[in-house]
Nanobody, 119 residues
């Protein structure tokens, strides 16, 4: 069972920044669309951002202008740079390969990374 490996979460004061990473030593997702999702307590998992193969990016309304999704193909690593964090960004964040199930890649989730933003 392949699982993407995440790192970079933690606690930060509102207005601060964090950078999440997602990689795999067993699955090369260099040709995959990649996405980030998050889940707060008592709330369904929600979409955050997508990185398409042509380099275009999409973001949810709630994070647009503050978060940036990117990848380092040579390191097989996906990133989520989160700036100007808000308390409502507190959630467990997950990376996902082939988020729209295009069939070009296999779908694998990361294990989740806790992000806590405090006032």
């Amino acid at each position: 069972q392949v699982q993407l490996e995440q790192s970079g979460g933690g606690s930060v004061q509102a207005g601060g920044s964090l950078k999440l990473s997602c990689t795999s030593s067993t699955y090369d997702f260099g040709w995959c669309e990649m996405g980030w999702y998050r889940q707060a307590p008592g709330v369904d998992r929600e979409y955050v951002a997508t990185l398409h193969m042509d380099g275009t990016t999409l973001y949810s309304e709630s994070v647009r202008g503050r978060f940036t999704i990117s990848r380092d193909s040579a390191r097989n690593t996906l990133f989520l740079q989160m700036n100007r964090l808000k308390i409502e960004d507190t959630a467990v964040y997950y990376c996902l390969s082939d988020p729209f199930n295009s069939g070009n890649c296999d779908q694998y989730w990361g294990q989740g990374t806790q992000v806590t933003v405090y006032s």
